[in-house]
């Protein structure tokens, strides 16, 4: 799947972020995103493709699932969140946390609560270099611009 970020034109003139899905059958899906919202997607798309996540947000979307039917209350969604994707929340937040905030220590360990059992610090450091690395490729896009990122699901190709 091609995952497209584009940077709005003008955020505060309603031509905001967008995030598109190019699914590897052709179908499409996508949203507007709030301000600074793709700093959460690409957080989202780190820690899945590093860890292997395949039923969390991206891995979802892969399958088939709409982006704005994430946004809908749980009783109005066509489908019901799986525990994988509620458990890659809290390690995305504390990764953005991480680059956003000045923290002594580092917030993430190997053995955090959040984590699956078999995580590495390598993975932790590597996590950190690639949400760096692509914060940076967005920041350096003009208006109008666009990243495409590619997800693929285990086994694929």
Known sequence: MVIRFKKGKNQHKHRPDTLTCIRDDGSVTWTHTHYRFVHHDLAHYVVETTLGFQNAFFGLVAKGYDIPD????????????????????????????????????????????????????????????????????????????????????????
């Open 70 to 157: 994430f946004s809908l209350p749980t009783t109005k969604r066509p489908f019901k969140i799986p525990p994988e994707a509620v458990n890659v929340e809290p390690i995305v937040a504390l990764l953005q946390a991480e680059l956003w905030e000045s923290f002594p220590d580092p917030l993430l360990q190997p053995d955090s609560p959040e984590f699956p059992a078999n995580v590495t610090i390598e993975q932790i450091e590597a996590m950190r270099r690639s949400l760096r690395n692509l914060l940076q490729q967005w920041e350096n896009l003009l208006p109008g611009e666009s990243m495409d990122l590619q997800f693929d699901m285990l086994g694929e190709k």
